[in-house]
C-alpha cells in the first residue's frame, strides 16, 4: 500500500532503539525524511546510518534529552517544520505506591506528559498553517489498564492521553490528525528491564520471567518493534486522515476488554 507520504518530514523521538526506531524505520520505509532524537549519542548515529544506508532518505539526528528545557529547544529549532509527530519516550521505573514522593511523580510527568505536550504546542501550529498534519503519542496499555508496578507510567502517560482526547479534536478540522499508540509488551530494552523485575522478586530465572509473561498474552509471544512501526506509519498516512483522537492499542490481546 502506497501511504502517500513520501516527501514529508517527520520527527521521531527516542528513536535510537525499540519501538521509536520501529516507527522511524516504517516511516523511511514510506519515503519519509526524518529528525531522529535521543539521549545516547552512539546508538542515535548508528540507527541513522543504517536507516540512511537502507532507505535512501535524509536522516538529521539530535541527541538530547527532551524532558529539559534546553534539550527541547535544541530538537524543536532543527525539527520546525516537521508533518509528522511521533511522541516517544522510556517509561519511569517500576515500582509499588509507597515508593514514590513528588520529585518522582514530576520526572514521570516531565518524560511522559510535559515534554510531548510541549513539542505538539511548538510543531503543530506549522502543520495547521499548511493545512496537513499527523501526531502519534506512543504511550502505554497502562493507560486502558493500569499496571498496578507501574504507577508512575499510569499517572503521567494517563494525563497526556486526557489532553490528547481533547487537543485532537480542535485542530482534525485543519488536517491535523493525533492518535495515541498503546503498546504491550514488545521485545524491547524495556521488556528486559521489566523481565529483569520479576526475575529478582521472584527468584525464577529470565527466560522463566518471560515465558510467564508471554503466558499473559493471547498470542503467547511479545510484539515486535517492525509491527508496532508499521501501524504507527499507517496512522501517519493519507489513509488515516478520519481517525481521530483514537487509542490503538497493539498488545496481542492481554488486554481483557470487549471495548
Not at 20 to 37: F, I, K, S
Not at 203 to 219: H, N, S, V, Y
Request: net charge negative.
Amino acid at each position: 500500500m502506497d501511504l502517500g507520504i513520501k516527501g514529508k518530514r517527520a520527527l521521531v523521538c527516542a528513536s535510537s532503539k525499540g519501538l521509536g526506531r520501529g516507527c522511524a524505520e516504517a516511516l523511511a520505509e514510506a519515503g519519509v525524511d526524518l529528525v531522529l532524537n535521543a539521549r545516547g549519542a552512539e546508538a542515535l548515529e548508528a540507527t541513522a546510518t543504517h536507516i540512511r544506508d537502507t532507505y535512501s532518505v535524509d536522516v538529521v539526528t539530535v541527541a538530547a534529552d527532551v524532558a529539559t528545557d534546553a534539550g527541547r529547544d535544541e530538537l524543536i529549532a532543527v525539527a520546525q517544520g516537521v508533518d509528522i509527530l511521533v511522541n516517544n519516550a522510556g517509561g519511569p521505573p517500576p515500582g509499588v505506591w509507597s515508593d514514590w514522593d513528588r520529585d518522582d511523580f514530576i520526572k514521570a510527568l516531565d518524560a511522559n506528559m510535559l515534554a510531548p505536550i510541549a513539542l505538539i504546542k511548538a510543531l503543530m501550529p506549522g502543520m495547521i498553517d499548511r493545512g496537513w498534519g499527523r501526531v502519534v503519542n506512543i504511550t502505554s496499555g497502562s493507560v486502558k489498564a493500569p499496571i498496578p508496578q507501574l504507577g508512575l507510567s499510569n499517572s503521567a502517560r494517563a494525563g497526556l492521553t486526557g489532553y490528547v482526547a481533547g487537543t485532537a479534536r480542535q485542530v482534525a478540522q485543519f488536517g491535523v490528525n493525533m492518535n495515541n499508540m498503546l503498546p504491550g509488551i514488545h521485545a524491547t530494552d524495556r521488556a528486559i528491564s521489566l523481565d529483569t523485575g520479576v526475575s529478582k522478586a521472584q527468584g525464577i530465572t529470565m527466560d522463566e520471567a518471560k515465558k510467564q509473561r508471554e503466558a499473559t498474552i493471547p498470542t503467547r509471544r511479545y510484539g515486535t518493534a517492525q509491527e508496532f512501526g508499521a501501524m504507527c506509519a499507517f496512522l501517519c498516512s493519507q489513509h488515516a486522515g478520519f481517525i481521530v483522537g483514537q487509542n490503538i492499542v497493539l498488545d496481542g490481546g492481554a488486554i481483557n476488554a470487549t471495548i
